[in-house]
């Protein structure tokens, strides 16, 4: 079942959530009854970059061996189809968002 709380559970009942989130399950928190974050455990996080960053690792060599510079698609990347999807609509966002700040 989708566990969402508002922001203050985090810190008034904080056993539960470490419960749920040990559990497997993320917990999306609120704020002012908005989305504001999601509580993951490292295992639940790690299990949706591991891959990413095994695919952006690959494109660093790649970058370096060469000053040859390619789109995704060109690239032959092992993880393009599998990936692809993820990287448009999670990874992306993300990398224009640090390059920002």
């Not at 709380?5 to 399950?25: Q, T």
């Not at 917990?27 to 490292?42: N, R």
């Not at 690959?58 to 390619?70: G, K, N, V």
């Not at 092992?78 to 990287?87: D, E, G």
């Amino acid at each position: 079942m989708l566990q969402i709380r508002p922001v203050s559970d985090l810190r008034n009942k904080f056993p539960d959530i470490e419960k749920i989130v040990n559990a497997g399950e993320p917990v999306y928190l609120t704020k002012s009854g908005y989305g504001a974050m999601v509580v993951l455990s490292l295992e639940e996080y790690s299990k949706l970059t591991d891959g990413v960053e095994t695919a952006l690792d690959m494109a660093d060599r790649l970058a370096a061996e060469s000053s040859t510079r390619m789109s995704h698609i060109q690239s032959n990347c092992p993880y393009h189809n599998k990936y692809s999807f993820l990287f448009w609509w999670q990874v992306l966002p993300i990398l224009l968002q640090t390059a920002l700040i």
